[in-house]
Protein backbone atom coordinates (compact mmCIF):
# COMPACT_ATOMS: atom_id res chain seq x y z
CA UNK A 1 0.00 0.00 0.00
CA UNK A 2 1.50 3.59 -1.14
CA UNK A 3 0.17 6.88 -1.08
CA UNK A 4 1.91 7.79 -4.31
CA UNK A 5 3.81 5.75 -6.70
CA UNK A 6 6.90 8.36 -8.19
CA UNK A 7 8.93 7.54 -11.37
CA UNK A 8 11.47 9.80 -11.90
CA UNK A 9 13.29 8.83 -14.83
CA UNK A 10 14.64 10.00 -17.84
CA UNK A 11 14.22 7.43 -20.53
CA UNK A 12 11.25 4.88 -20.50
CA UNK A 13 9.32 2.83 -23.14
CA UNK A 14 6.27 1.65 -21.99
CA UNK A 15 6.71 1.48 -17.78
CA UNK A 16 4.68 -1.89 -16.67
CA UNK A 17 5.20 0.02 -13.44
CA UNK A 18 3.18 2.88 -13.87
CA UNK A 19 0.22 0.19 -15.22
CA UNK A 20 1.29 -1.93 -11.90
CA UNK A 21 0.54 1.52 -10.14
CA UNK A 22 -2.45 1.90 -11.96
CA UNK A 23 -4.07 -1.27 -11.02
CA UNK A 24 -3.48 -1.01 -7.58
CA UNK A 25 -5.16 2.17 -7.35
CA UNK A 26 -2.11 4.04 -6.70
CA UNK A 27 -2.04 7.97 -7.68
CA UNK A 28 1.35 8.55 -10.14
CA UNK A 29 3.56 11.35 -10.22
CA UNK A 30 5.87 10.61 -13.29
CA UNK A 31 8.45 12.62 -16.03
CA UNK A 32 6.60 12.67 -18.98
CA UNK A 33 9.56 10.71 -21.23
CA UNK A 34 9.17 8.01 -23.49
CA UNK A 35 5.58 6.06 -23.23
CA UNK A 36 4.58 7.34 -19.96
CA UNK A 37 2.53 10.23 -21.15
CA UNK A 38 0.87 7.09 -23.07
CA UNK A 39 -0.44 5.95 -20.04
CA UNK A 40 -0.38 8.98 -18.24
CA UNK A 41 -3.07 12.32 -19.17
CA UNK A 42 -1.78 14.92 -16.80
CA UNK A 43 -4.10 15.96 -14.44
CA UNK A 44 -6.75 13.35 -15.71
CA UNK A 45 -5.28 9.97 -14.78
CA UNK A 46 -1.61 11.26 -13.01
CA UNK A 47 0.77 13.81 -12.74
CA UNK A 48 3.20 14.80 -14.95
CA UNK A 49 6.43 16.84 -14.94
CA UNK A 50 9.31 17.26 -16.96
CA UNK A 51 11.81 15.12 -16.59
CA UNK A 52 14.82 16.75 -14.25
CA UNK A 53 12.37 19.59 -12.67
CA UNK A 54 13.57 18.49 -9.33
CA UNK A 55 10.94 21.54 -7.73
CA UNK A 56 7.89 20.42 -10.23
CA UNK A 57 8.59 16.64 -9.15
CA UNK A 58 8.59 17.73 -5.16
CA UNK A 59 5.32 19.95 -6.00
CA UNK A 60 3.68 17.49 -7.48
CA UNK A 61 4.32 15.14 -4.55
CA UNK A 62 3.26 17.59 -2.61
CA UNK A 63 0.03 18.38 -3.78
CA UNK A 64 -0.99 15.13 -3.89
CA UNK A 65 -0.29 15.00 -0.26
CA UNK A 66 -2.13 17.68 0.65
CA UNK A 67 -4.97 16.52 -1.35
CA UNK A 68 -5.67 12.94 -0.93
CA UNK A 69 -8.85 13.50 -2.89
CA UNK A 70 -7.02 14.77 -5.92
CA UNK A 71 -5.10 11.20 -5.68
CA UNK A 72 -8.03 9.59 -5.58
CA UNK A 73 -9.82 10.85 -8.38
CA UNK A 74 -6.38 10.33 -10.70
CA UNK A 75 -5.90 6.84 -9.27
CA UNK A 76 -10.12 6.49 -10.28
CA UNK A 77 -9.49 7.97 -13.96
CA UNK A 78 -6.26 5.78 -14.06
CA UNK A 79 -8.00 2.28 -13.40
CA UNK A 80 -10.82 3.32 -15.46
CA UNK A 81 -8.16 3.93 -18.08
CA UNK A 82 -6.12 1.01 -17.61
CA UNK A 83 -9.89 -1.18 -17.93
CA UNK A 84 -10.70 0.48 -21.30
CA UNK A 85 -7.33 0.42 -23.08
CA UNK A 86 -4.89 -2.27 -21.25
CA UNK A 87 -7.41 -5.10 -20.18
CA UNK A 88 -7.00 -8.68 -21.72
CA UNK A 89 -10.02 -7.67 -24.13
CA UNK A 90 -9.00 -4.72 -25.11
CA UNK A 91 -5.57 -6.24 -26.05
CA UNK A 92 -7.39 -9.54 -27.82
CA UNK A 93 -9.33 -6.83 -29.91
CA UNK A 94 -6.36 -4.53 -31.12
CA UNK A 95 -4.35 -7.71 -31.84
CA UNK A 96 -7.06 -9.15 -33.65
CA UNK A 97 -7.83 -5.71 -35.55
CA UNK A 98 -4.09 -5.10 -36.84
CA UNK A 99 -4.04 -9.40 -37.76
CA UNK A 100 -7.35 -8.78 -39.71
CA UNK A 101 -5.62 -5.85 -41.28
CA UNK A 102 -2.62 -7.40 -42.17
CA UNK A 103 -4.55 -10.14 -43.91
CA UNK A 104 -6.88 -7.94 -45.89
CA UNK A 105 -9.67 -8.10 -44.14
Same mark, same amino acid.
Not at 3 to 30: C, I, K, Q, R, W
Not at 58 to 71: D, K, M, T, V, W
Given at each position: ?A ?13 ? @? ?10 ? @? ?18 ? @?????D ?51
Amino acid at each position: RADVFVLNSTYEGLPH @VVLEAMAAGTPV @VATAVGGTPELIEDGVTGLL @VKPGDDAALAAAIRRLFESPSLGDTLARSAQAVLADRFSSGAMIEATESVLASAAGG
